[in-house]
T-cell receptor
């Protein structure tokens, strides 16, 4: 199938620590991997994305790494702050699903002050 | 300057009723979507329109009928509402192309009693 598995489902970290969320995908033809942040009462917002021709991308405290061989990609948040508390979703575009974005199940991140 | 706006934000109605959710985007995008987010936060695509033409129609009951009067608007009409339709419905838009980020609205929380 065209699954995107996301772990963990919940993550609690102390302010200032790092948070890592991992996703695996099944379709090796996938070539686009965005990450979305959903705050309470709002829609998901794109925070970073990576294409399959790149292994890593960084934007300030956020970075994403991609391992095409193992078919997994990860979101890294460093120096976490309370405003990082939200639900994070990974996604991929399996060709078998007509390139539609398929989302992971989400990770609820809580940053404790 | 809201990019993707949908109304209403909350919708409470009884089983058997018919309701509509409206969506508008001012980003100049050609592609619009409807997503459903269930109580476990799982996001799943329902429909996609490209320049007023339906291009994705997932296995959604035919009680759900999208309508796109122009490329900036995509409305969702639901007939004969059922308890299982209770969810948060998100409208989104993107530029044409499978690698284009999605821009989500803030959602409509539908509660069917």
């Amino acid at each position: 199938g065209e699954n995107v598995e996301q772990h963990p489902s919940t993550l609690s970290v102390q302010e200032g620590d790092s948070a890592v969320i991992k996703c695996t995908y099944s379709d090796s033809a996938s070539n686009y991997f965005p990450w979305y942040k959903q705050e309470l009462g709002k829609g998901p917002q794109l925070i970073i994305d990576i294409r399959s021709n790149v292994g890593e991308k960084k934007d300030q405290r956020i970075a994403v790494t991609l391992n095409k061989t193992a078919k997994h990609f990860s979101l890294h948040i460093t120096e976490t702050q309370p405003e990082d508390s939200a639900v994070y979703f990974c996604a991929a575009n399996p060709k078998a699903a007509g390139n539609k974005l398929t989302f992971g199940g989400g990770t609820r991140v809580l940053v404790k002050p | 300057d809201t990019a993707v706006s949908q109304t209403p934000k909350y919708l409470v109605t009884q089983m058997g009723n018919d309701k509509s959710i409206k969506c508008e985007q001012n980003l100049g995008h050609d592609t619009m979507y409807w997503y459903k987010q269930d109580s476990k936060k799982f996001l799943k695509i329902m429909f996609s329109y490209n320049n007023k033409e339906l291009i994705i129609n997932e296995t959604v009951p035919n009680r759900f009928s999208p309508k796109s009067p122009d490329k900036a608007h995509l409305n969702l009409h639901i007939n004969s509402l059922e308890l299982g339709d209770s969810a948060v419905y998100f409208c989104a838009s993107s530029q044409v192309g499978v690698l284009s980020p999605l821009h989500f609205g803030n959602g409509t929380r539908l509660t069917v009693t």
